[in-house]
């Protein structure tokens, strides 16, 4: 987990670097940090907790500290997601760079695809609002990373990664 939380941070970094909007970067930097922190505070309790045993008290703070960090990557990938939607600017040569630019082009291409079919077939009220029975959630980064095969995600690797993952491999 505290690996998965470290690939995120630097997952949002990297976007936080290309935004295009200035508050996006901000929001997406702030996002990361935090998450920095909890996937930090959760190396130290995991590691304290292989020392001292099983104890409920620590098995209690490791589990607070698991959910606190899916609530942090939570945030940033959707600070990601306002991200991706404002703009990226170019990415240099990086190869990884490259990867986040072309994982978050898919995602941008796939929302507003999914925003197109949702304009072209939208069941109306007598209102003229949009029902919600029936109608499809939009893609999130979130289910864009779960919906891939591993051998096929196109994201960045991880920074120590093992030979043949990459950054999502792994669910989180």
Do not use: Y
Not at 8 to 30: T, Y
Not at 76 to 82: F, G, I, S, T
Request: glycine share 6%.
């Amino acid at each position: 987990m505290v690996s998965d939380g470290q690939v995120v941070v630097k997952f949002g970094n990297i976007l936080a670097k290309h935004c295009l909007d200035q508050r996006c970067s901000m929001e997406l930097l702030r996002a990361t940090e935090h998450a920095q922190s909890i996937s930090s505070q959760l190396g130290i309790v995991a590691r304290v907790k292989a020392v001292t045993g099983e104890s409920r008290a620590s098995s209690e703070l490791l589990l607070s500290n698991v959910q606190n960090l899916i609530q942090a990557v939570q945030h940033v990938l959707r600070a990601a997601e306002a991200a991706c939607v404002k703009g990226l600017g170019q990415p240099p040569a990086d190869p990884e760079e490259e990867e986040v630019a072309a994982f978050c082009q898919q995602w941008r291409k796939n929302l507003t695809q999914h925003r197109a079919k949702e304009a072209l077939n939208s069941a109306r009220d007598e209102l003229g609002l949009r029902k919600t029975r029936g109608a499809k959630a939009e893609p999130t980064l979130m289910s864009l990373v779960q919906e891939q095969p591993p051998q096929s995600r196109n994201i960045p690797k991880h920074p120590n990664p093992r030979k043949g993952h990459t950054v999502m491999d792994r669910h989180l």
